[in-house]
């Protein structure tokens, strides 16, 4: 199949995979491969993929990566096999049409060098005509066969026998197709069981809903595998993959015997029989294990990354509190509580250290310095992190607050999550930003900074750090890495980025950019003032025509020479905006966000060849509401007074609270009293619920009701739920194998979301 060919197969396969045609992928592909990023084809490249959205193009490119190397794969496959003479029509098809790089290694298996085997052994020894004979014919019994090869290094008939099936074993193992068959018969039937290893019920009890648990393999969610998997790793419990024993066993052997082909009747047929059961005990069922084994611990990650995606994806696309002056406060006792004042564009203008709990107790001085920094500073929000002592500095500051002289606007105070601060702190990039600040004044500068801009500010902590995944540790950091990666491109590049006061790390994320470049613009940008265009770009050293084709799009400048600039219209499209200008007899400054003027105006007149009717519609859009922003509206979760530990909660507290995690299992939620309770998915709505996140996403402000309070192992269940907190039936099917209930999973009622190991991971304090 010659390269067009396959390209065109790639093509085919990635559309049916995403909804889309094989001319758009193809589209898509050539873009991607010539160095475009996904947020550019995204946004300015609608006309030529067919609209193709950034999900879409990421999948597309994950896809067309695997498929690619799966070809690759085929062809030094098929060249391997030439080379060893051994090519017929038979395996040319078979090759061909491999749809999985597993296809493709179980018919290359018999083809692969390997290590001296048993029946490389029996081979030399002369001991395949036996087999040969046996399967000839079945009906002889191979034990009057077996005396003919006694010879040299096989001493007895039981030896030439057992080398006969070492042969057959081998053969076995390596036909391609008893090796699919029995793959998709395990992914139907089999079950994965967990046993808890003697003596260690105690130290492994975070995990006690495992020590004796099982259930369908195809069925077992990914946050119970992988709570089972860390298990494991810690040598907790062992872990079995099998079909059912009771039946299970017998119909993997048939399988195995199907490779054999039609046998018949007699003491051969017995045998040869008995030596596919043989096959599944001492060496596929192994197999089997193995690869289901890696194919679940894949699906989990998977699984595991998305919903770590997805979350941080709602943390950085949630509300920004806006350029006002902003006190954050890095809560501390016995250290005292850090201080930091940033004004409207989060420069630094002053720190403090206040001591008001043990052991000093400077409530007075405490009380001072905040009211003389409100006033110095002009400040409009309060943001105190939610770590350690919290609750008792959201107090000191509400004291504080009321105190100010009457005809005083009062700042608003916000509790902010603290997640990943202190990594940024002790970070190179913080030391390069604050030499002279001490490690922990800069976390409370990063607290203040989120408030204002989460998205700004969070790119600077390592995804990983900021706490909203499950399990993250035990993914495959590199797959999670490049999701998460992608997540914060995304993000970004939504929203867009004022050229002449963004960060470094956060111009990094901006398409065809990249720190080196960042850098540059700001080197450019301190040594040269503020950039008047984007045309300015131009002349930053290193970046060149791509690099500017990619970047410029997403790049705001306020105020500047061109108002185009602070919109989200690339400059490759300034004449058709111009035109827009023109047909209205405006100016371009008053008719940007003048929609009742531009809605009378018809897209399709302002179409050309190198611009359609998707870019003219967005570009109307965008100077209907110029630099729009997607994220929400500000919004601040009002904790209850007097609840401010865990010991202050009774079941049917209503209480307001924000929404930390989403998990598979359900959402955790900060409540103010230093420990987030669980929602479990059964509770997020008065309607059956299969993913968390069709109800709430991180950064939600939620009102719940306390069910369940567990002061000595920190749990706290909560409901959103308006009738009572009774869980909504599953309408789906429950899993059963083979007439029997398969044992009940963990937190499947809603109310025993308690006893999950895997809650107990995922809290963050």
């Not at 294990?289 to 699984?303: G, Q």
């Not at 059963?736 to 809603?750: C, E, N």
Request: proline content about 5%; overall charge neutral; charged content about 25%.
């Amino acid at each position: 199949m010659d390269a067009a060919q396959t390209a065109s197969r790639i093509a085919r396969q990635i559309a049916n995979e995403i909804a889309a045609t094989p001319a758009q992928v193809s589209a898509a592909a050539g873009l991607l491969d010539g160095g475009a990023t996904v947020p550019f084809v995204a946004r300015y490249r609608k006309e030529v993929t067919g609209g193709l959205d950034d999900t879409q193009l990421r999948t597309l490119s994950e896809r067309l990566t695997y498929l690619r190397e799966m070809e690759a794969r085929r062809t030094a496959i098929l060249g391997s096999i030439r080379d060893q003479g051994k090519l017929t029509d038979d395996l040319i098809r078979a090759i061909a049409t491999a749809d999985t790089k597993a296809a493709l290694e179980d018919i290359y298996l018999p083809f692969k060098s390997k290590r001296r085997t048993k029946a490389m052994i029996a081979r030399e020894n002369g001991l395949e005509p036996l087999l040969r004979a046996i399967q000839a014919d079945p009906a002889r019994d191979p034990a009057g066969l077996a005396p003919d090869f006694v010879q040299g290094a096989v001493e007895t008939p039981k030896a030439a026998l057992e080398g006969a099936r070492d042969i057959l074993v081998e053969e076995l193992s390596e036909n391609a197709g008893v090796l699919g068959r029995l793959r998709d018969f395990m992914r139907r039937e089999a079950l994965i069981a967990a046993r808890v290893v003697a003596g260690k019920e105690e130290a492994g009890a975070k995990f006690n809903d495992y020590f004796d648990h099982r259930e369908t393999w195809a069925g077992i969610p990914g946050h119970r595998a992988l709570a089972i998997l860390r298990a494991a790793k810690e040598e907790v419990v062992t872990i079995d993959i099998s079909p059912d024993p009771e039946t299970g066993t017998a119909r993997a052997e048939g399988i195995v015997a199907q490779g054999l082909g039609p046998l018949g009747q007699g003491p051969g047929a017995d045998w040869l029989r008995g030596v596919a059961g043989w096959t599944w005990r001492v060496r596929l069922s192994s197999t089997m294990y193995i690869d289901l084994l890696t194919e679940l611990r894949k699906r989990a990650h998977d699984e595991a990354i998305q919903v770590f995606a997805r979350n941080l994806r709602d943390l950085l696309l949630a509300a920004p509190a806006g350029p006002r002056a902003t006190l954050g406060i890095d809560p501390g006792i016995r250290t005292g509580c850090k201080i930091a004042v940033v004004d409207q564009t989060g420069k630094l203008l002053e720190t403090a250290t206040i001591y008001p709990f043990q052991p000093r107790n400077d409530l007075r001085g405490a009380e001072a310095t905040l009211l003389a920094l409100i006033a110095r500073h002009g400040i409009d929000l309060i943001a105190i992190g939610n770590g350690t002592a919290s609750r008792e500095t959201e107090r000191l500051v509400a004291d504080v607050l009321k105190r100010l002289p009457k005809g005083t606007k009062a700042p608003t105070k916000v509790i902010v999550s603290e997640a990943g601060a202190s990594v940024y702190s002790a970070s190179e990039l913080a030391a390069k930003e604050f030499p002279d600040l001490d490690v922990s004044l800069r976390g409370a500068v990063s607290i203040a900074r989120r408030l204002q801009d989460p998205l700004a500010e969070l790119v600077k902590v390592p995804p990983q750090s900021i706490g909203v995944g499950q399990y993250q540790h035990d993914v495959d950091q590199r797959q999670l890495a490049k999701s998460l990666e992608a997540v914060v491109e995304d993000a970004v590049n939504a929203v867009g980025v004022d050229l002449n006061t963004a960060s470094a790390p956060l111009l990094a994320h901006v398409a065809g950019l990249g720190p080196s470049l960042a850098q540059a613009i700001v080197a450019h940008r301190d040594a040269q003032g503020a950039f008047r265009s984007r045309t300015a770009l131009k002349k930053v050293a290193g970046l060149g025509p791509r690099a500017f084709e990619q970047c410029a799009g997403f790049l705001r400048i306020r105020d500047g020479d061109e108002a185009l600039d602070a919109s989200a219209v690339h400059p490759e499209a300034y004449g058709i905006a111009r035109r827009i200008v023109a047909a209205c007899g405006r100016d371009l400054r008053t008719l940007m966000g003048d929609g009742a003027a531009l809605k009378r105006l018809n897209p399709a007149d302002f179409v050309t060849g190198d611009f359609g009717l998707p870019t003219v519609r967005d570009i109307l859009a965008e100077l209907e509401k110029p630099g729009r922003d997607p994220r929400p509206g500000f919004v601040t979760a009002s904790f209850a007074e007097g609840v401010e530990d865990i010991k202050d909660l009774r079941p049917g507290m209503s209480l307001e609270g924000t929404v930390t995690n989403v998990a598979a299992f359900g959402a955790f939620v900060d409540i103010g009293v230093h420990q987030d309770g669980l929602v479990h998915v059964s509770q997020l709505a008065d309607r059956f619920v299969k993913d968390p996140h069709e109800v709430v996403r991180a950064g939600d402000v939620v009102r719940v009701r306390v069910t369940e309070v567990d002061v000595t192992r920190k749990r706290i269940g909560l409901t959103m739920r308006k009738d009572g907190g009774q869980a909504a039936s599953d309408p789906r099917p429950k899993p059963q194998h083979k007439g029997r209930a398969v044992k009940a999973a963990p937190q499947a009622a809603g109310q025993g979301a308690f006893g999950s190991a895997l809650a107990d991971a995922l809290r963050k304090r």
